[in-house]
């Protein structure tokens, strides 16, 4: 890539930069790689002045038995207990059902051959959702199961919570903590540590170098996970196609269905448009156009 090339790249992120906010995945992974950060999170949303953060890894990949696998924007643990922090802009990848398949997986990597069940920490699956996806006015919802009838709480170890960030009153550490998430500038926000990781990002070089390297990063990998799975099914209809039309054709079929699977998964993940391109090796006119059949631009 030519020098002009890639300053002209570099001016179109910095622009993209400049308008994240922690509602925006790719900048929360970045953000909440400091324990500090992740501290704060739990402190407020749990209401636990001293929960401590021993672990959390960003963007981590769990799989089921059959290879199905999801990401959990923050996976992390803290006295003895297990917490997936999930940031959601749409209301669908913060389905009801999706809570219980994310929790069933953490549940059933936790486990070592040997152990018995009461060993399952306690796990936190915890929603922060752009708009009110349960819909009661609520800021906060705290999920747990009860038994009918009786209306004890079936204390199983699993919890549920979903945060509205739309409703962010200023008034309470909740409702301080939700205007930070929707701010782009640091100097906007209440708390210290979150304001302080925001401006290292967006106002001094290093940070903004490392933001690309860890976006480009980010996007390969789901590029990769993407591909895996769109492989296998891209290419068993390819192949199925590919005993009518010829074995060739049908595994170019697969391949192309793959490729287009990996664009619009990035596209829904709002990545820009040119990173995709580098990472895709996919025509920026080409990837606008797969966009725009499908909705996403």
Known sequence: MAWN??????????KVLAGFRLLDDDFMTAVFRNLACVDLLLRII?????????????????????????????HAWADGQEFDIEIQRGGRGAAKRRARYNASLMDANALHVGEDYNELPESYVIFITETDVLGEGLPIYIVRRTIEGSGKVFDDGSHIIYVNSAMADED?????????????RPEDMYYDVLAERMRYFKETEEGASAMCEAMEKL??????????????RGMERGMERGMERGMERGMERGRE????????????????LEMIARVSDISLDKIREIGRLHSLL
């Not at 269905?257 to 820009?272: C, F, Q, S, T």
């Open 257 to 272: 269905e793959r490729n287009i699977a990996v664009v619009l998964g990035m596209l829904k993940e709002k990545l820009p």
């Open 46 to 74: 749990l209401d636990k002045p001293q929960i401590q953060a021993t672990e959390a890894i960003v963007q981590d990949t769990l799989k089921n038995l059959q290879g199905r696998s999801v990401r959990l924007d923050i």
């Open 5 to 14: 090339e890639k300053e002209e790249w570099k001016q179109r992120f910095l």
């Open 172 to 184: 309470t550490p909740l409702g301080r903590l939700m205007h930070d998430f929707h701010c782009t």
């Open 219 to 232: 996007a390969r990998d789901f590029a990769g996970e993407l591909a895996k799975e769109a492989e296998a």
